[in-house]
């Protein structure tokens, strides 16, 4: 990276070092105007809340408005009164009654869901100590962050050093230690000797997993363990019939990832690249055949695509992706790893032809 400064352009950091945040009688009167408008979730202290919420004293919403709200949203969620949690709204109404009635697009992107950790919360005395805990903490981070932009560029302290001391974190949940790594910054360039040892870092455990709901496929193929169901199929004669088993898996089953090779009309038109719009997450990953070695465990349910000659070993490396739903297409063709002289159509255990799934998917 090359950093190019003046002295005067100091003036820009020291700005955004020191952002603006809400006061906390305009915060608590946002507050309430937003949890005055919030709508129940079917799950117990949880509700929406709409974005466009007014606090008195305003004559109306607006994109500012808008952005205020979240403001105070994402600082009571810093000081501990609630969580927040973001549905991005995918399949929207685009016609200009529904433009009319939204006076910013932010409000139109995404539902916010809020879960109550404090009863406190409309409490004035309580939520001004929260938030001005929370408030001097943001603004010692601004403080911290500048001074070691301070320290790198007008002292001359090591790239690295600096590097380490940012990213560290001493959070009792998620401690993050960074390893010092020198790419040969100003201060070392001219060293005798650079410290290249690089330490692994060690991954924390992640403590809570959404399960991908499997209730749709069950319902529909009862016999089929979803954990891993070979699908056979004509890769030439049937792209239709597998784009319409990728949106429902991808609408209807949660299927979250596709692993195809890199040259794969799916990965690389329009009709496969704008799956995700059918996601309820609004989010499809797009993988490759070259990953299977390397291949990580993740709590996403997983479609694997071969459309050409298939070998041994990526037969075998699909089988053991470990997902809580796999649905693996092969061409009819493939044969058999430890049968060489038959099919693998002719051996496979709880698997299914394409045909048979989009005639009970679509029935």
């Known amino acids: 990276s090359l950093l190019v400064y003046d002295d005067s352009d100091w003036s820009i950091p020291k700005s955004m070092a020191t952002p603006t945040i809400i006061s906390n009688e305009l915060g608590f009167a946002r507050w309430r105007a937003l949890y005055e408008s919030r709508q129940d979730c079917q799950e117990d202290n949880c509700f929406t809340v709409n ?45 200009e009654d529904t433009e009319a009635s939204s006076t910013s697009i932010h409000a139109t992107l995404a539902t916010v869901r809020v879960r109550l950790l404090r ?28 001074q070691l932009m301070q320290q790198m560029l007008v002292h001359h302290r090591e790239v690295s050093e600096t590097l380490a001391e ?3 974190s001493r959070s009792p949940q998620w401690p993050v230690e960074v390893t010092r790594v020198c790419g040969g910054c100003p201060v070392d360039r001219s060293a005798e000797f650079r ?34 169901v070979p699908v056979f199929y004509a890769p030439q004669e049937q792209k239709a019939e597998l784009l319409r088993l990728l949106s429902w898996l991808v609408a209807e089953c949660n299927v979250q990832e596709i692993c195809t090779a890199r040259d794969s009309w799916i990965a690389n038109t329009p009709e496969g690249r704008h799956l995700y719009k059918r996601a309820p997450s609004g989010v499809v990953i797009h993988r490759s055949h070259h990953e299977l070695e390397n291949e990580p465990y993740t709590p996403l349910a997983r479609v694997t695509i071969f459309e050409s000659q298939v ?16 649905i693996v297409l092969y061409p009819l ?31």
């Open 311 to 326: 070998t041994d070993t990526q037969i075998e490396l699909a089988r053991l992706v470990h997902r809580p739903m796999h």
């Open 119 to 146: 009863e406190d919360h409309l409490l004035p005395d309580a939520w001004e100590e929260a938030i001005s805990n929370s408030r001097e903490r943001t603004l010692e981070s601004g403080r911290r962050n500048l």
């Open 166 to 168: 940012l990213y560290r």
């Open 51 to 95: 974005l466009e919420a007014v606090r008195p004293g305003l004559p109306g919403s607006s994109d500012e408005n808008v952005r205020w709200n979240m403001r105070t949203l994402h600082l009571m969620s810093r000081a501990g009164f609630l969580i927040l949690e973001l549905e991005p709204s995918i399949q929207r109404d685009t016609s």
């Open 333 to 363: 063709q493939t044969h058999d790893p430890n049968h060489p002289s038959r099919c693998l159509i002719d051996t496979a255990t709880n698997s299914a032809r394409l045909e048979q799934l989009h005639a009970v998917i679509h029935q």
């Open 195 to 228: 410290d290249n040892y690089y330490h692994v870092p060690a991954a924390s455990p992640i403590h809570r997993i959404t399960m991908v709901e499997v209730d749709n496929w069950m319902v529909r193929f009862p016999h089929l363990d979803p954990r891993y």
